[in-house]
């Protein structure tokens, strides 16, 4: 696309603008069409991140595990941080992580093995992996859904050292607000993806509104960038493609984008709550097209940057809250000039995330504790509400069945998210 093109594509509506298409071949050179791949080799071989980050955003990205682990390292600017923390000292979050790693499977792929030989061995490098950040990092608090982000890193680069880069690199920069002591951050980008419905599908907006069916169907979207919605691992890394170039807060930007595309599905619901909210969080595993996703989400932005949001539904960020410090950090980086990440966030010098307040009294900690439980119950709740449906849709239950044991479910998920302030 030429600049012309571009800029004039930028001041179309949203609505009209179209995905590119671009896949196998791209340039011309002496009247001959260059193959992707070739051009993505070019892009890695001349370090050209402005060519990278095109062909990540464009088409079917970098299309193949072999290119991905050429690729990734010059996105996430790997080697940039220099390492600190101990990591003999183990972090308070290793028993969680023991528990959720067994449970992580391999996403389907015909570039690796998923016997159950090689997924033992993947989830040893998870474990590896996590608990490397947490050691590095002590001022990180491991969230349920890192470790499924994580996989597709120990997947794609099949070894412990470039995957532990690449989630550090994530963590520190990418999805550091998910990884405090609790989730309101994460809550608040939920508020701003409402704020970004109304702007671009009111009619899908006023219908959430109007059951008060909260955000919470897309939590998991955003803390593991869809992995945890998707089986397709080739689809899994075209989002990562995308993702890893853009600032933290794009994968709202896509969940609006895959609610935007499935409109008329969504407006067809059935007007009940339990209904709406359990086929909503079922969306991602619809998508076909998700080039156009990822196309729709960057115009997304671009009209309606995380500022312009913020102000428009008068929900403000905190100040070092990762997708208000991302520009500021990010271009600091430099592998030939490795930076201590105290220099980048000097709040973190105290051992303390810098989200953290700066003294919180023992009945503050508890109250947040139990605001920690409660999260974890609803996502329990939500995901028990979904597999009673489809138990249901399985043995062909009576709809009647189905509804009213989600429904149950959804219902004590609901009491909890209003004690969480997670209604839009």
Known sequence: MSNSSQASEQRQPQSIRHTATDDSYGQERYGRRIPRAKRISQAIQNRDLTALKQLARTGSGFQTIRLRRR?????????????????SAAHPDEGQVALDIPRTGLPKSVEYRTDSDATKRRQEQLKTVVTSVLRTYPWLSYYQGFHELTMTYVSVFGSSRPAIEAAKMTAVFLVR?????????????????????????????DLLTEL????????SW?????????NEFSTICRIYDFLITMPPMQVVYMAAAVIKRSENAVLAYERDFAVVHTQLSKLPGSIVDWAA?????????????????QHIGKCYLPKMSAISTYESTWKRLD????????????QVRNGRHPLATAVAASSDAAGEKRKGNRMAGVMDL??????????AAEHKWS???????????????????QQLQLHP
Do not use: C
Request: aromatic share 10%.
């Open 71 to 87: 690729a990734w390292p010059l996105l996430l600017n790997f080697r940039s941080l220099l390492d600190a923390g101990d990591r």
């Open 177 to 205: 607000d998910s990884m405090s002591s609790d989730l309101d951050n994460v809550l608040q980008q939920l508020r701003l993806l409402y704020v970004l419905l109304k702007m671009i599908s009111p009619e899908i907006h």
């Open 212 to 219: 008060d069916v909260p955000a919470f169907f897309a939590i």
């Open 222 to 230: 955003v803390l593991t960038w869809f992995a945890h919605d998707l």
């Open 293 to 309: 996703v990822i196309d729709d989400s960057y115009y997304m932005q671009i009209d309606y940057p995380p500022t312009k949001l």
């Open 335 to 346: 592998p030939a000039r490795p930076l201590a990440v105290e220099s980048l966030l000097p």
């Open 382 to 391: 939500t995901n028990t509400a979904q597999k009673a449906r489809n138990l």
């Open 399 to 417: 709809l009647v069945v189905a509804t009213v044991a989600s429904a149950t479910m959804l219902m004590y998920a609901w009491l909890m998210m």
